[in-house]
């Protein structure tokens, strides 16, 4: 299994990115979320989404940070509106297997990681 994120820039404060995340190889079953981590800071999980397609967000980026998928493409997005300079980090994808009330969330248990992409908003 390999993931592979796209998507990253520069953008202005209250500007908008669509992340994706390519995933190459099957996974039966599985959850998707994305990571991101600031310099210095902890690694943070900013959204997830299950094999029943419930969706989970940090409270930092909710209302704001879409998750969604298309599996006829094995990708993963996210869209990330109003963005702002705090939300500047390094956006990792990951993956895992997973089933209905069981499974990895925003805060660990996930065995597959991609690459990143890094996402700079500037004010």
């Known amino acids: 299994v390999r993931l592979v994120e796209s998507g990253g820039g520069s953008v202005q404060s209250g500007g908008s990115l669509r992340l994706s995340c390519q995933l190459f190889?099957?996974?039966?079953?599985?959850?998707m979320a994305w990571f991101r981590q600031a310099p210095g800071e902890e690694r943070e999980g900013v959204a997830t989404?299950?094999?029943?397609?419930?969706?989970d967000y940090a409270d930092s980026v909710r209302g704001r940070f879409t998750i969604s998928q298309d599996n006829a493409k094995s990708t993963t997005y996210l869209q990330m509106d109003s963005l702002k300079p705090e939300d500047t980090a390094m956006y990792y994808c990951?993956?895992?297997?997973?089933?209905?009330?069981?499974?990895?969330?925003?805060?660990?248990?996930?065995?597959?990681w991609g690459q990143g992409t890094q996402v700079t908003v500037s004010s």
């Open positions: 989404v299950d094999s029943d397609g419930q969706t």
């Open positions: 190889g099957y996974i039966d079953s599985k959850c």
């Open positions: 990951a993956a895992e297997r997973c089933s209905t009330g069981w499974g990895p969330d925003l805060y660990g248990g996930w065995s597959y």
